[in-house]
């Protein structure tokens, strides 16, 4: 079936480091690939997103790559600050008409000041 | 208004109360979805309504029942619960051309 693989499951890095969050889907199919950031307690919060005519996305700090032939896409953030400490998911979707977004398990990034 | 709004921020219900979970946007979507959260994981897709019809329902139990009644409002009643229904409750949104699902802050249910 459907499936989202994220590696790691956590991740600690120095305040200012960059940390790299991993994802391999399985449906060729995808065509959307979302990243949302969940603080404890709180809901899942878009911070980007990237579509499969595209292999790179950023903003600011955060970017997106996406290898299609490798079925895989990678988030990235760089300069990291205390605040970016949450849970991060990253999550796949065959887009218009399917509305699954099959989301990957989770990656707790904590940035130690 | 990019708000997904939810009621209410937490339930605490015995297995034999009835009780709601509510949900509104304005933001146009015709694509609502209820997913349920357990700790330290990822959200699981329960029902996806478009059009305000359902299209997706991801073999959820029968004590779980969907409801839309309009293009801005999404229901979800409980009855019957078993203590494992313990979890946040998600309500999203996104238009049916997909792209960014909008969640709600979520319902954090206790059945005791």
């Known amino acids: 079936g459907e499936n989202v693989e994220q590696h790691p499951s956590t991740l600690s890095v120095q305040e200012g480091d960059s940390a790299v969050i991993k994802c391999t889907y399985s449906d060729s199919a995808s065509n959307y690939f979302p990243w949302y950031k969940q603080e404890l307690g709180k809901r899942p919060q878009l911070i980007i997103d990237?579509?499969?005519?595209?292999g790179e996305k950023k903003d600011q700090r955060i970017a997106v790559t996406l290898n299609k032939t490798a079925k895989h896409f990678s988030l990235h953030i760089t300069e990291t600050q205390p605040e970016d400490s949450a849970v991060y998911f990253c999550?796949?979707?065959?887009?218009?008409?399917?509305?699954?977004?099959?989301f990957g398990t989770g990656t707790r990034l904590k940035v130690l000041a | 208004d990019t708000e997904v709004t939810q009621t209410p921020k937490h339930l605490v219900m015995g297995m034999t109360n009835k009780k709601s979970l509510k949900c509104e946007q304005h933001?146009?979507?015709?694509?609502m979805y209820w997913y349920k959260q357990k700790a330290k994981k990822p959200p699981e897709l329960m029902f996806v309504y478009s059009y305000e019809k359902l299209s997706i329902n991801e073999s959820v139990p029968s004590r779980f029942s969907p409801e839309c009644p309009n293009s801005s409002l999404l229901n979800l009643h409980l009855h019957a619960l078993q203590p494992e229904d313990s979890a946040l409750y998600l309500c999203a949104s996104s238009q049916v051309t997909g792209g960014e699902a909008f969640f709600g802050q979520g319902t954090r249910l206790t059945v005791v």
């Open positions: 990237i579509r499969s005519n595209v």
């Open positions: 999550a796949a979707s065959r887009g218009a008409g399917t509305y699954k977004y099959i």
């Open positions: 933001m146009g979507h015709r694509a």
